[in-house]
């Protein structure tokens, strides 16, 4: 089986940022929102709703198609697997991305998520949930 975060509560989130914290200090090793692979923005100002910006986890990802060395392959059950020795910073794989969830780190690597949960674990208002799927 595979997963994939889902946005399954959105009307929830009070923009805590836990779940951006707890993904960039689990995966990056900091306390970073820029290293965080979930994004949570305002829509419009501080009266309006938030977006939530989570990958999809497409099945023929157009971002692993984008990329011309190859530094992302589909993962089993959708999304993708970053290859950083393999990547050279072109941006590309951002913009093919639909739902723009790839952003670029300090380094100028791309923050890709890898469906771990821990920003689910970490929500405490049941926005996210990291749902197993089956891989057909």
Known sequence: MSAKIKVANPN????????MLACSRVNAKTAS???SAI????SGGIESGLEIIVCR????????????????TPRTGGGVILDKDLCDSCMTCASACLPRTI???KADMPVICTHCGVCARFCS???LEL????VL
């Open 125 to 127: 208002h049941d926005v």
């Open 57 to 72: 986890s497409c099945i023929d990802p157009p971002c692993a198609r984008a990329c011309p060395t190859g530094a992302l």
């Open 39 to 42: 994004d949570i923005r305002t």
């Open 33 to 35: 929102l820029i290293d």
């Open 103 to 105: 952003h670029f780190d």
């Open 131 to 134: 749902r197993k799927t089956e």
């Open 12 to 19: 929830r989130c009070i923009g805590c940022y836990s779940c």
